[in-house]
């Protein structure tokens, strides 16, 4: 992907959408690395007792599904100061989630280009799951 100029960027941009699907075996993998041994992110039961269809993503997976979304959009350009992220609702293993983003200020301050966006997460019924924001510094 061709770098993304901080001259190319206007407020009001779209972020080009993104879908993933975080399979159960692909949470598995970053469960037992990271030692998130929560049941309702990994056991199937376990999450149906706690009213879940199945398993749940854990917000850090999420976290860093956004903090890639933005690179990706970047292109290598740029440097991310700022991410964060509020968690509405829970995102399931092997559901499609949607990712997009808005353009939302572009400014400078004591030399620094800097751009703001707003970022979410969006289920397969089009609720969103995660709303966030980012700012980008470019040199």
Do not use: C
Request: aromatic share 12%.
């Amino acid at each position: 992907m061709t770098p993304r100029s901080y001259d190319s960027i206007a407020e009001g941009d779209a972020l080009p959408p993104v879908k993933r699907t975080p399979t159960h075996f692909g949470m598995l993998k970053f469960i037992g690395a990271s030692w998130q041994w929560s049941p309702q992110f990994f056991d199937p039961a376990a999450a149906l007792s706690m009213g879940f269809e199945r398993p749940i993503v854990p917000g850090t997976v999420k976290l860093a599904f956004v903090e890639q979304f933005v690179r990706r959009w970047l292109g290598g350009a740029g440097t991310i100061r700022r991410i964060q992220v509020s968690h509405r609702r829970p995102d399931l293993h092997d559901a499609e989630m949607t990712f997009g983003g808005t353009v939302t200020r572009k400014y400078q301050e004591d030399g620094v280009r800097f751009v703001d966006v707003e970022l979410w997460i969006d289920n397969p019924q089009g609720e969103r799951s995660v709303r966030g924001s980012s700012t980008v510094a470019f040199d």
